[in-house]
C-alpha cells in the first residue's frame, strides 16, 4: 500500500523552528522525487519546495527562500522540511506529495501553527 506519513508540526513561536518528516511506503521511495506543499486557511495549496531523487531542494517557493531547508534519507524513505526563522505566514497544513505512473500521492498532513 503506497503511503505518505507527515509528522513534526506544531505551535511555534515566530522565529522559532520546526522540522517536517515525511515517511514514505509501498514504492521505491529513492526513485522519486518528494514534494512539499501547503495551504492556509482560506488559500489555495502552493508547493514549498520540491526534493530531488538526490537531496536536493528545488523550486522553493519565494516566500521560504532562505529560511526553509528540504533533504531526504533514502535508506530510511523519509523526507524532511527544515523550517527556520518562522512567520505567522508560515502557518498552514504541510502536505507531502509523490507522482507516480499514473497516480498521485499526498499524505494527510500535519498542522503547523506560528504564534506568539
Not at 20 to 46: M, T, V
Not at 66 to 78: E, I, M, V
Request: charged residues 20%; contains cysteine; neutral net charge.
Amino acid at each position: 500500500q503506497v503511503q505518505l506519513v507527515e509528522s513534526g508540526g506544531g505551535l511555534e513561536e515566530p522565529g522559532g523552528s520546526l522540522r517536517l518528516s515525511c515517511a514514505a511506503s509501498g514504492f521505491p521511495f529513492s526513485n522519486y522525487a518528494i514534494h512539499w506543499y501547503r495551504q492556509a486557511p482560506g488559500k489555495e495549496r502552493e508547493l514549498v519546495v520540491t526534493v530531488t531523487t538526490i537531496g536536493r531542494g528545488i523550486n522553493y517557493a519565494d516566500s521560504v527562500w532562505g529560511r526553509f531547508a528540504a533533504s531526504r534519507d533514502n535508506a530510511k524513505s523519509t523526507a524532511y522540511l527544515r523550517m527556520n526563522s518562522l512567520k505567522s505566514e508560515d502557518t498552514a497544513v504541510y502536505y507531502c506529495n509523490v507522482e507516480l505512473p499514473g497516480r498521485n500521492v499526498w499524505g494527510l498532513g500535519t498542522q503547523v501553527t506560528v504564534s506568539s
